[in-house]
């Protein structure tokens, strides 16, 4: 079987990679990963220097994690889940998107352990939007996908998914440009998931921070890129750094001066923080 580190070098060739753990997450449906970057920044380590990816923490690695925003083609991967897997059908919006604008282009895919894809574009400078439309997410320019790994999921077989698409991209398949309907459709306001605070985030006014959040907020990003954004109440909620605002790109929040985390899958806290610790 094909080592982690060797699909990393194949995927390198397509764009910044970098080591990632996966394991089962409950919580996301019953073949849910959590994906936690093992690089000190997450995916902002990411690289496609074969001298500096043998450097990378690789022992416990499971999984290859791609950078999207770095990568040469400015790569989007539109992110099709499935009922199994998320409780919302992305491949029936896609039949009736197709309905309405026409089949999408050939585009490579990778599959992921729940049964869904990730259909690659071409989309430079886009960024990212979680809940396009039900069981589609948009990853782009200022986030990450899982590109190749296994997971052993404790009520059946370990799962394996293969780099099937950085081999369709190095063998000479084109990677389309993302069509036009879905690149608006990411510019929207998101629809993922419960609708508390969807669609009604906004970006914080670093201005008007008490200096406490500010310091905290820095710590955030320095810990890797998370960020934060005003829920709808007007209280200061971190997102993953991968995911825009939204119900299902929260990790916790801010305030006053006190980072409150209620996940246990965020890369670079202490052993042991999880479920409204205080990470100060």
């Known amino acids: 079987m094909t080592s982690v580190p060797d699909i990393a070098l194949r995927w390198a060739a397509v764009g910044p990679v970098f080591p990632v753990h996966t394991e089962p997450d409950p919580s996301k449906g019953p073949r849910g990963t959590a994906k936690r970057p093992l690089t000190a920044h997450g995916h902002l380590d990411a690289s496609q220097d074969p001298e500096v990816l043998a450097r990378m923490p690789w022992g416990k690695a499971n999984a290859v994690g791609l950078d999207l925003g770095r990568s040469g083609a400015g790569l989007a991967a539109l992110d099709v889940d499935t009922v199994e897997g998320h409780g919302e059908d992305g491949g029936a919006t896609l039949t009736a998107l197709t309905r309405q604008h026409g089949p999408l282009p050939d585009a490579p895919v990778n599959l992921t352990p729940s049964g869904g894809e990730h259909q690659l574009y071409k989309a430079p400078g886009l960024r990212g939007r979680s809940g396009i ?123 006053p001066g006190i980072v409150r985390v209620f996940t246990s899958g965020w890369h670079g806290l202490p052993e042991g923080v999880y479920d409204a610790d205080r990470l100060t």
């Open 133 to 255: 439309a039900p069981g589609l997410d948009l990853k782009a320019g200022d986030g990450w996908i899982v590109v190749a790994g296994r997971v052993a999921f404790p009520d059946g077989p370990e799962g394996r998914w293969e780099p099937d698409a950085a081999r369709s991209i190095l063998e000479g398949h084109p990677v389309p440009d993302l069509p036009a309907h879905v690149a608006a459709m990411g510019s929207g306001p998101s629809t993922n998931g419960s609708t508390r605070g969807t669609g009604r985030w906004q970006k914080v006014n670093r201005a008007e921070l008490h200096p406490a959040d500010l310091a905290a907020l820095v710590a955030l990003e320095t810990l890797g890129g998370h960020n934060a954004h005003l829920g709808p109440a007007g209280e200061l909620r971190i997102t993953r750094p991968d995911k825009t605002a939204g119900a299902s790109a929260t990790v916790g929040y801010i305030g």
